[in-house]
């Protein structure tokens, strides 16, 4: 009876290191508040907060193991974004952020992913805004490594790439009709945090905090599950439909 009772934990614990790893990436964070709203929301507080229920949610699936680059209010670098999710062997990144556009009437969600080039004049101004998160840091981290600028070329592996353009598609298809989305939902751009070569990503501008409807909605924590619910539902179609040639390890 002793060794039944050691070998359930073992292999549990066999069970979870075997399901797919979900990286959440909450925008921003520490002494970077990301986007301000007129009346004073950071944008890191709205990030941190889907974040972990986002977590949550897909925790209580079962199916996935679940990390997350920050869990608290702390600043960290988008190089360690990067590496953060390489370490954890990640087998999908989402990275959780507010837009801020020019035009107040703009409003919606967007959903962003890797190219060397901008699809348009939209996305490579969220994604230079996104990229200068670094200056927090200082001279001697801004940026991002040789070593992870020089990936780029890596990224035109057809599994990476196909694999990010399947999750945006599966968040699109998930938001439609239920949470508001700006016009051509998914753009792409040159972000330095969706640069693994290895794992598929997407960078997810929930809504516009310049925008007076988007951030009453992106307040409200009824909104901010919605968020979390329909993110979990994209990720869970990803998986069933299209694994990045890696193989479904679904649990369930």
Known sequence: MAAIGLAAPAQARLVTKNLPVVMIDPGHGGMDPGTIAADGLFEKTITLATGHLLYRALSRTG??????????????????????A???????????????????????????????????????????????ADRFAGPHFSGVS???????????????????????????????GVVPLLPD???????????DPST?????????????????????????????????TSIDAYFANYSGGRGLRMAG
């Open 63 to 84: 199916r996935y193991r679940v990390e997350m680059t920050r869990s608290t209010d702390v600043y960290v670098t988008l190089e360690g974004r990067v590496a953060g």
């Open 146 to 176: 040789p070593q992870v600028a020089g990936i780029l070329a890596s990224l035109e592996t057809r599994a990476t790439r196909v694999g990010s353009a399947t999750l945006a598609q599966d968040i699109q298809r998930s938001f439609t």
């Open 200 to 232: 598929p990503s997407a960078l997810m501008e929930m809504g516009c905090l310049s925008n007076p409807l988007d951030e009453r909605l992106l307040r409200s924590p009824s909104h901010q599950q919605l968020v979390a619910d329909r993110l979990t």
């Open 86 to 132: 390489t370490a954890a062997k990640a087998d999908l990144f989402l990275s959780l952020h507010c837009d801020h556009l020019p035009e107040a009437d703009l409003r919606g969600a967007s959903i962003f992913t890797l190219s060397s080039t901008a699809s348009d004049r939209l996305a490579a101004g969220v994604a230079a805004d996104e990229n200068s």
């Open 185 to 195: 939902p998914h753009r792409s751009a040159n972000f330095a945090v969706l640069r």
